[in-house]
């Protein structure tokens, strides 16, 4: 979708890489989105969760219609809506921060509530980098804590 989007204004690359530095991911360079207007960095930004949202329309389709009786089908589907809600969640690097950061035109807001942060300085940037670490945290010791009671 990123893909797709960004090519009438800019020739994209994709890469396979870490989100977070954790979580492997298909990610899709858009950095020349900045030079466009806010709109346009929108639309690119919020293209991979329409083309995961209608990839998974489809695969639900076919589960329910071809599978109805398939329980792995069915928590395929189950797990691509997580998927799509997790990508958009503003608390990780991914598209749901990227939204954040256009909606509201800010530019590398990590950068800047780590500097704020640094500084001692009481601001939404900073208040959001505390936000986030901690839930790249929580998230770290909640998949140490389930593997952990599976393999157990």
């Given amino acids: 979708g ?3 989007a960004s090519k009438p204004y800019f020739d994209p ?3 396979v890489g870490l989100v977070n530095a954790v979580i492997p991911s298909v990610i899709t360079e858009t950095t020349e ?3 466009l207007p806010r709109a346009h960095r929108l639309w690119i930004t919020l293209a991979g969760p329409f083309a995961q949202i209608l990839w998974t329309l489809v695969v639900a389709a076919v589960a329910r219609l071809a599978f109805p009786e398939s329980a792995l089908l069915s928590t395929f589907v189950v797990t691509m809506v997580a998927g ?3 990508v958009l969640n503003p608390l990780i690097h991914g598209d749901g921060y990227l939204l954040l950061v256009d909606a509201f ?3 590398d807001l990590r950068t800047t509530g780590l ?3 640094r500084e001692r300085t009481l601001s939404l940037p900073a208040v959001y980098v505390v936000l986030s670490y901690g839930f790249g945290i929580g998230m770290a010791v909640l998949m140490v804590a389930s593997t952990a009671t599976f393999l157990l």
């Fill in 84 to 86: 799509t809600v997790f």
């Fill in 13 to 15: 690359s994709i890469r």
């Fill in 105 to 107: 035109d800010v530019v």
């Fill in 33 to 35: 989105a900045w030079i």
């Fill in 2 to 4: 990123h893909y797709l």
């Fill in 115 to 117: 500097d704020h942060l």
